[in-house]
């Protein structure tokens, strides 16, 4: 089983919420950015259930996170522009894991 902290799994998440606002601040898809935080919440519940987590603790955290990136309270350069690719390979490598076990 790969480890997983609850912390990364938050920072992951809160810097992937980041990144959609980021795309659509120019384009103002709403429903395209609506889609896509639905898409990344359900591989993050995923990974919850896996690991044992609560989802809605780890959602809070990770919107809580998202708010100070946004208001600049963190630093940008903590941001992780690729987050979006880890939490898609995370999710794979378990799904992975759990149909070889």
């Known amino acids: 089983m790969v480890i997983l902290k609850k912390n990364a799994l938050i920072k ?7 990144g959609i606002e ?3 601040a120019m384009l103002p898809d709403s429903e395209r950015r609506a889609t896509e935080r639905r898409e990344v919440l359900d591989i ?4 919850c259930e896996v690991y044992g987590y ?3 603790e780890v ?11 946004l208001l600049r309270k ?4 903590d941001w992780d522009p690729y987050a979006n ?5 995370l999710s794979r490598l378990i799904s992975d ?3 070889t076990h």
Do not use: C, F, M, P
Request: no cysteine; glycine share 10%.
């Open 12 to 18: 992951l998440l809160g810097d992937e919420l980041y």
């Open 22 to 24: 980021l795309d659509y």
């Open 44 to 47: 993050v519940g995923g990974l």
């Open 54 to 56: 609560n989802r809605r």
């Open 59 to 69: 959602q809070a955290r990770a919107q809580n996170r998202l708010e100070r990136l």
């Open 74 to 77: 963190v630093d940008n350069g």
């Open 85 to 89: 690719i880890k939490l898609a390979e």
């Open 97 to 99: 894991l759990s149909r």
